[in-house]
């Protein structure tokens, strides 16, 4: 059996939740079913990784920066990502978009209410997030909240807990 390629797509390895949750992924995901790789849109940051995880760093331009588009589909092809699971809200939206244009399905992951999110935020969610595949969330107040913001994703938005 062929493993399955994942892209866990995050801003930075940094040491919070969200980046603490990613390594623990790529580092415990089982190996005999799926081959981990991790891209950083930003910078690496400091967190461990296995040595064997491919880890990429894409250096996105802050704010606006479609080039980063064709820098995850130059990634996805050269590692043949066959799922992408993302991690808050920059690498869900990029991820999501990349997803779409390659044709593999997105797992997006929300941590928190992110609550600097201008409504313009949640337009661009309510948009995207029919482009997700699953949408997970670490509790259920998240999955209540993201409900009442983006009613389609009735269905679609799973609970999970943390490590």
């Known amino acids: 059996m062929e493993r399955i390629n994942v892209l866990f797509l995050i801003w930075a390895l940094e040491p919070g939740g969200a ?9 415990n995901i089982n190996r005999k079913l ?14 461990e990784l296995d040595k064997e995880i491919p880890v990429y760093c894409l250096n996105k331009n802050l704010g606006l920066d479609w080039k ?5 589909l130059k990634l996805i092809k050269k590692e043949k990502i066959q799922l992408i699971n993302s991690h808050l809200w920059t690498a869900n939206t990029w991820g999501q978009l ?3 244009l390659a044709n593999i399905p997105v797992v997006i992951t929300e941590h928190s209410k992110e609550v600097w999110k201008k409504e313009r935020h949640f337009k661009i ?3 995207l997030t029919r482009l997700a595949s699953q949408v997970i ?3 259920s107040e998240l999955k209540d909240f993201y409900l009442e913001k ?3 994703l009735k269905g679609k938005i799973l609970v999970t807990v943390s490590y």
């Open 125 to 127: 969610e309510r948009l």
């Open 68 to 72: 980063i588009i064709f820098k995850l």
């Open 137 to 139: 969330v670490v509790s």
């Open 98 to 100: 990349a997803g779409w």
């Open 34 to 47: 799926f081959r981990p790789v991790v891209a950083c849109l930003y910078q690496r940051g400091s967190l």
């Open 150 to 152: 983006i009613p389609h």
């Open 19 to 27: 980046e603490k949750i990613v390594a623990y992924l790529a580092n």
